[in-house]
C-alpha cells in the first residue's frame, strides 16, 4: 500500500490560525514522511463544531486566514468542506466523505491533541473513526498518553501505537509526535488583538495583515 498518497486531517476553528498550528502540521508532514506526490495535510477549518461555541470570526474569514496561512508550505493545503455547514460537524461523517473519495487503500490520517484522545470515547462512533482511519496525536510535553483514557480507549492505544512513520496501512493505527506543541493560545491570542498588544511571532505575517485590514477581534494592531 506504500505507492498510495497519504492524506492527513488536522482540523479545528482556526479562530484565528497561528504559528503554533503550523508548527504541528509541519511536524506531522514531517515526522509521518509525507513527502511523496499527493501526500497532503489538509488544514479542516470547522463549521459549527459539536463540542464548542461558535467561532468569533466568520467562516469565510476563518478559511481565507488557513489559506494565506499555509501558501507557499510545502504538502499543506485546505480543505474547505466543513467550514460553511451550519449544523454540526462530527468526525465520523467527514472521514466517511473522504474515505469514499480517496478509496479504501489510500492511508487516512486524522490528527488530535491529547486532551481529545481523553474524551475520545465521548465522540460519535468513536470505533467508527478508528476504521476510517488512523489518529495522529499531537502531545503536551511530559504528559501520560494513556493517563485518563477510558478503558475501552486504552486497550485500543496499547494495542495499535506505532512510532512516527510513513504510514503503510490505511486505518486503525495510532501515532504520537514526538514534537512537542507550540503553547500558543488563540483564546490568548484574541485578547492580546484585541487589546492591540504584540503578536508578532505568534501569527504568520499574512494572516496578521488579514485580521488588520478587516478589523477582527476588535481593535487588532500590527504590533
Given at each position: 500500500m506504500?505507492?498510495?498518497?497519504?492524506?492527513?486531517?488536522?482540523?479545528?476553528?482556526?479562530?484565528?490560525?497561528?504559528?503554533?498550528?503550523?508548527?504541528?502540521?509541519?511536524?506531522?508532514?514531517d515526522?509521518?514522511?509525507?513527502?511523496?506526490?499527493?501526500?497532503?495535510?489538509?488544514?479542516?477549518?470547522t463549521?459549527q463544531?459539536?463540542?464548542?461555541?461558535?467561532a468569533?470570526?466568520?467562516?469565510a474569514?476563518?478559511?481565507?486566514?488557513?489559506?494565506?496561512?499555509?501558501?507557499?508550505?510545502?504538502?499543506?493545503?485546505?480543505?474547505?468542506?466543513?467550514?460553511?455547514r451550519?449544523?454540526?460537524?462530527?468526525?465520523?461523517?467527514?472521514?466517511?466523505?473522504?474515505?469514499?473519495?480517496?478509496?479504501?487503500?489510500?492511508?487516512?490520517?486524522?490528527?488530535?491533541?491529547?486532551?481529545?484522545?481523553?474524551?475520545?470515547?465521548?465522540?460519535?462512533?468513536?470505533?467508527?473513526?478508528?476504521?476510517?482511519?488512523?489518529?495522529?496525536?499531537?502531545?503536551?510535553?511530559?504528559?501520560?498518553?494513556?493517563?485518563?483514557?477510558?478503558?475501552?480507549?486504552?486497550?485500543?492505544?496499547?494495542?495499535?501505537?506505532?512510532?512516527?512513520?510513513?504510514?503503510?496501512?490505511?486505518?486503525?493505527?495510532?501515532?504520537?509526535?514526538?514534537?512537542?506543541?507550540?503553547?500558543?493560545?488563540?483564546?490568548?491570542?484574541?485578547?492580546?488583538?484585541?487589546?492591540?498588544?504584540?503578536?508578532?511571532?505568534?501569527?504568520?505575517?499574512?494572516?496578521?495583515?488579514?485580521?488588520?485590514?478587516?478589523g477582527?477581534?476588535?481593535?487588532?494592531?500590527?504590533?
Amino acid at each position: 500500500m506504500g505507492e498510495h498518497p497519504v492524506h492527513a486531517l488536522f482540523g479545528g476553528t482556526f479562530d484565528p490560525i497561528h504559528n503554533g498550528h503550523l508548527h504541528i502540521a509541519r511536524a506531522l508532514r514531517d515526522e509521518l514522511q509525507l513527502t511523496w506526490p499527493g501526500d497532503q495535510v489538509r488544514l479542516l477549518p470547522t463549521g459549527q463544531p459539536p463540542h464548542r461555541d461558535t467561532a468569533q470570526a466568520s467562516p469565510a474569514e476563518r478559511l481565507a486566514m488557513c489559506q494565506l496561512a499555509v501558501a507557499g508550505e510545502t504538502g499543506l493545503a485546505v480543505d474547505a468542506r466543513e467550514v460553511f455547514r451550519t449544523t454540526p460537524c462530527y468526525t465520523v461523517d467527514t472521514l466517511t466523505e473522504i474515505r469514499q473519495e480517496i478509496g479504501n487503500e489510500a492511508p487516512l490520517l486524522f490528527l488530535i491533541g491529547g486532551d481529545s484522545l481523553q474524551q475520545l470515547h465521548r465522540w460519535r462512533d468513536w470505533q467508527g473513526i478508528v476504521r476510517l482511519a488512523h489518529l495522529v496525536v499531537a502531545q503536551r510535553p511530559g504528559s501520560d498518553l494513556q493517563a485518563g483514557l477510558y478503558p475501552d480507549v486504552a486497550d485500543w492505544v496499547s494495542k495499535n501505537q506505532l512510532p512516527p512513520s510513513r504510514p503503510r496501512l490505511s486505518h486503525g493505527k495510532i501515532y504520537v509526535l514526538s514534537a512537542p506543541p507550540v503553547t500558543v493560545s488563540a483564546t490568548d491570542l484574541r485578547q492580546r488583538l484585541a487589546l492591540g498588544e504584540p503578536t508578532a511571532g505568534l501569527l504568520p505575517d499574512a494572516v496578521r495583515r488579514f485580521i488588520f485590514d478587516n478589523g477582527l477581534y476588535h481593535g487588532a494592531g500590527r504590533n
